[in-house]
């Protein structure tokens, strides 16, 4: 079984893994991974803190190797950590000058428009620039390397509310143009709207969902009613919650079925993104709480 990442020719899968699995000393970080990433897609890496998310995503990125399983990851892949690390004492333009000497690929243009974009001045050191600046100066370097595969995690986490929607439109402009795959880790929901199309959910190391956004969420329905032990309809109880004389259900609806008619006091409303990756983890840590407390 190999370990690693393995860089290979453009196909229609951009990033794959397949029991993946890393740990630090006796603890798994990551455990039993296995999802295949579409070319040409905008991927939200989902969790809590200490899921996961940066563990998987520096191993796909070729910075650690794996313990278990395999991951591949296709063409030229960039890698934008969390820190978003800069040479304090390079200027912007030093930086540029540096990623073209280390890419063998490489877009002053594509760089420098995006330092324009964001008004970031070239000729100050990066020490000395703002936090959102440094983290601009890290996106410049990775959209002029020209990744077919770009992974950013918590991109968002250093820049104010119109930095951040700034950003979020710049990439999809990029992923327009190119064509390229982005995976973007956040354990923000709010952070998604309009920005995904694909969904990986990780929770203690373990990839609980994967797949189309749309697919994903026109899958499960609420329904809010009467007190009740079960739903209305037909379907996989992902999550319940109980409130006097109130009951809600989250329900993973029948594939190959139409979708079931409610009646009486019973109102059915559509999945958003936020009640699906919030139903999802909630019912994951009551798994957990039932498991602990049988132990």
């Known amino acids: 079984m190999s370990t690693g990442v393995e860089h290979v020719e453009r196909t229609a899968v951009a990033v794959s893994a397949k029991a993946l ?3 630090y000393r006796a603890k798994w970080a990551l455990r039993g991974c296995a999802f295949d990433l579409p070319a040409g897609r905008v991927a939200a890496l989902v969790g809590a803190n200490g899921a996961g998310k940066t563990t998987l995503m520096t191993v ?7 313990d278990e399983g395999s991951a591949r990851a296709v063409g030229r892949v960039a890698f934008v950590s969390q820190e978003k690390p800069a040479y304090r004492h390079f200027t912007a333009t030093e930086v540029l000058r540096l990623g073209a000497r280390l890419n063998v690929v490489w877009d002053q243009a594509r760089a ?3 330092l324009a974009r964001f008004e970031v001045p070239l000729d100050e050191a990066c ?7 440094q983290a601009q100066v890290a996106f410049a370097l990775a959209v002029g390397s020209r990744p077919d595969v770009l992974m950013l995690d918590e991109p968002l986490a250093n820049l104010d509310p119109l930095a951040r929607r700034e950003v979020t439109a710049e990439l999809l402009g990029e992923v327009a143009r190119t064509g390229m795959t982005v995976l973007l880790s956040t ?4 952070e998604l709207a309009g920005v995904a199309d694909h969904l990986l959910l990780l929770a203690h190391g373990r990839l609980l969902a994967g797949g189309d956004l749309d697919e994903l969420l026109a899958g499960h329905v609420s329904y809010t ?4 032990d079960t739903p209305p309809a037909l379907g996989e109880v992902v999550l319940a919650r109980h409130h006097d004389n109130q009951s809600t259900f989250l329900v993973r609806l029948p594939e190959g079925q139409p979708r079931p008619a409610v009646a009486g006091r019973w109102v059915e409303r559509p999945v958003t993104l936020e009640d699906y990756v919030l139903g999802q983890l909630e019912a994951t840590r009551g798994d957990a709480e039932r498991k602990g407390a049988g132990a």
Do not use: E, I, N, Y
């Not at 020490?127 to 600046?133: K, P």
């Not at 354990?187 to 709010?190: E, K, P, Q, R, T």
């Open 21 to 23: 699995g890393k740990r």
């Open 187 to 190: 354990h923000v929901v709010a």
């Open 225 to 228: 009613g009467p007190r009740s």
């Open 112 to 114: 420098l428009r995006w």
């Open 127 to 133: 020490g000395r620039l703002s936090g959102g600046q």
């Open 60 to 66: 796909l990125a070729g910075l650690l190797d794996a």
